[in-house]
């Protein structure tokens, strides 16, 4: 295996802009891709700003902030990974354009190129099929914020090889990550197990077992975590929520991954939490209150 | 505010020395009984309809058990709770407070002063088989040993990634075992008799376990 020294990102949004943050941090060159020269330029922005609240903490030197910085590029040409021993695609959450990515990457990049994704929702193996290399191919999820958490849930589709899937396990390591390994599966682990865990939460509500300020206050007291299951979902919004629960209740018709109708009608009116200022609970600017 | 308690003995709830048990007194507004014979102790109660509340602690019963049903308007100054407690674990600082449609407020505010004054918290919810916590996380809890059944990932991958991916302060196999596979059976056995949710049915790990229990015992 050719050692891993130049890393791609395919995708400059929300979870491209920390993965490349991750990767570049942890010494590796990093090339950033993305149709749209608007998504670079925000996420070149935030990443300055990120780096330099780095500088605050003292966590790097602005000398090592510097040289992290220069070994980041960003480009709107997909040529531009041709020199990539890894690329990790972040686009869309859709299959076709996952598809189409790396049936394009493939020409570009040379035959050692592993190729990971960071779908949450898609099969590892029918992401792959598209590509035409499905025996290098790996699925690596991040987890949001992903400059922050270290957690990686890495899968192998049915056709990867397990040297490619050993590389990249070596790699994410060497970015200072934490990966698990799972099976290919819906979900794989985290959103298996969360998913229908907050839809549980959400027929309690539907079904007037508890208000949502006493159903997170008894998790958070009796289990220690560290927000409960209506906090969270009011955080990650409720029409995330939808997409994630739909695309992983289709895969995999469990009872508890079909989404509440409560949810639907909390959409409808507007309440999608956060940031609309109104979900499980009512907010007046950041802070929570009443609920 | 005063109260009264009266222990029946053997109680879930507080096994141990607590600050809600040494501040009783004889007489008060609230009558608190705990231990296994609740419903035999209330019976015997005399005035308890002039109290602002009595509490009683429940175990996998309904608060209606004790106070009777009628098309949904049930409600009186007669409260059921239960400190949350996992298997062998000791009990939480959770008291889940279990409520009627009708139970006045009066009630509900002197359940939370005495509970917090205790240094417990308080949540109230409807009288649901499981309550608030059990109801939640024990399909949870199955599904986790299902899935490590079917190799999904191994138990130390399954526990690592709910707690960093979610901040949970122990993954559900390393809690299940450590606090008793067996209580987890008997919770969901009991959960799945009373509700027929299959999300309740007790995971295969869980009924191994309380047989070897039973053949042990
Ligand atoms: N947001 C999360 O919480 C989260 C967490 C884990 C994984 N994911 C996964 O990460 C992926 C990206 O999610 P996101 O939230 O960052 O989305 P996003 O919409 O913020 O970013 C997607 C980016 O991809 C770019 N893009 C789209 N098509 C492209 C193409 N053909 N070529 C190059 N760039 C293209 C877009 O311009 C955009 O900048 C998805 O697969 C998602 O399921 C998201």
Redesign the interface.
């Known amino acids: 295996m050719t050692p891993i020294k130049t890393v791609g990102v395919a995708g400059s949004g929300t979870m491209g802009a920390g993965i490349a943050i991750v990767a570049a941090r942890a010494g590796f060159r990093t090339i950033v891709y993305d149709t749209r020269e608007d998504a670079l330029a925000r996420a070149r922005k935030q990443t300055e700003g990120f780096f330099a609240k780095s500088v605050e903490r003292r966590k790097l030197t602005v000398g090592q902030v510097d040289t992290i910085l220069g070994n980041m590029s960003a480009t709107t040409d997909i040529g531009g990974l041709k020199a990539c021993d890894i690329v990790i695609e972040a686009v869309f959450e859709d299959l076709k354009v996952k598809h189409a990515v790396c049936a394009a990457l493939d020409d570009v990049c040379p035959p050692h190129t592993l190729f990971a994704s960071n779908t949450s929702t898609l099969s590892i193996t029918e992401i792959a099929a598209g590509s035409g290399r499905e025996d290098r191919f790996v699925g690596m999820h991040f ?1 949001l914020p992903a400059q922050l ?3 990686v ?1 890495m899968s192998p589709g049915l056709r990867t090889s397990e040297s490619s899937f050993d590389a990249a396990w070596d790699f994410c390591k060497a970015m200072g990550q ?1 990966p ?4 290919d ?1 819906p979900g794989f ?2 959103n ?3 998913v ?2 907050n839809n ?2 959400i027929r ?1 509500v539907e ?5 949502p300020a ?2 997170d ?3 958070k ?7 409960g ?1 209506l906090e969270l979902l009011d955080l990650v919004g409720l029409d995330t929520h939808l997409l994630v629960a739909e695309a992983l209740y289709a895969s995999t018709h469990e ?2 991954a079909a989404v509440p109708a409560l949810v639907k009608r909390m959409i409808a009116a507007g309440q999608l939490g956060r940031k609309t200022g109104q979900g499980f609970y009512t907010y007046g600017g950041a802070a929570m209150f009443g609920g | 505010m005063f109260y009264q308690l009266i222990d029946t003995g053997n109680s879930r709830s507080f096994s141990a020395r607590h600050a809600l048990l040494e501040s009783a007194q004889t007489d008060g507004d609230v009558v608190i009984i705990i231990g296994e014979k609740v419903g035999h102790a209330l019976q015997t109660l005399d005035g308890s309809e002039r109290k602002t509340a009595v509490l009683i602690e429940l175990g996998a019963e309904s608060l209606g058990m004790h106070t009777g049903e009628s098309r949904g308007a049930e409600g009186s100054n007669l409260l059921g709770f239960s400190r ?1 407690r ?1 298997g062998t674990d000791e009990p ?3 008291v ?1 407070v279990v409520r009627q449609p009708g139970s006045p407020a009066t009630a509900l505010a002197a359940a939370k002063e005495i509970f917090e004054g205790a240094g417990l ?1 308080m ?4 009288d ?1 088989d499981g ?3 059990d ?3 024990r ?2 809890y199955n ?2 040993l299902k ?1 490590l059944d079917e ?4 138990a130390d ?2 526990d ?3 707690k ?7 993954g ?1 196999i390393a809690l299940l075992e450590r606090t008793g596979l067996e209580h987890h059976y008997d919770m969901t056995h009991a959960l799945f008799e009373a509700t027929g949710d ?2 309740y049915a007790p995971a295969r790990r869980a009924r191994v376990a309380k047989l070897r229990a039973e053949t042990k015992a």
């Not at chain 1, 698990?180 to 099976?183: G, H, S």
């Not at chain 2, 190799?151 to 191994?154: D, E, R």
Request: glycine share 8%; net charge positive; aromatic share 10%.
């Open positions: 987890c958490m270290k957690l849930e934490v698990v390994r799972t099976k599966n682990i985290l298996y197990f969360l229908p865990f549980d939460a309690l079904a007037g077992v508890a208000a006493d159903i206050r008894a998790i007291t009796a289990l220690g975590y560290p927000m299951p009872p508890r | 949350f996992l939480t600082r959770l889940e918290e949540a109230v919810c409807g649901f309550r608030i916590v109801r939640l996380v399909p949870y599904a986790a899935r190799g999904l990932a191994t991958d399954l690592m990634t709910l960093l991916g979610l901040g949970y302060p122990e559900p299959p999300a």
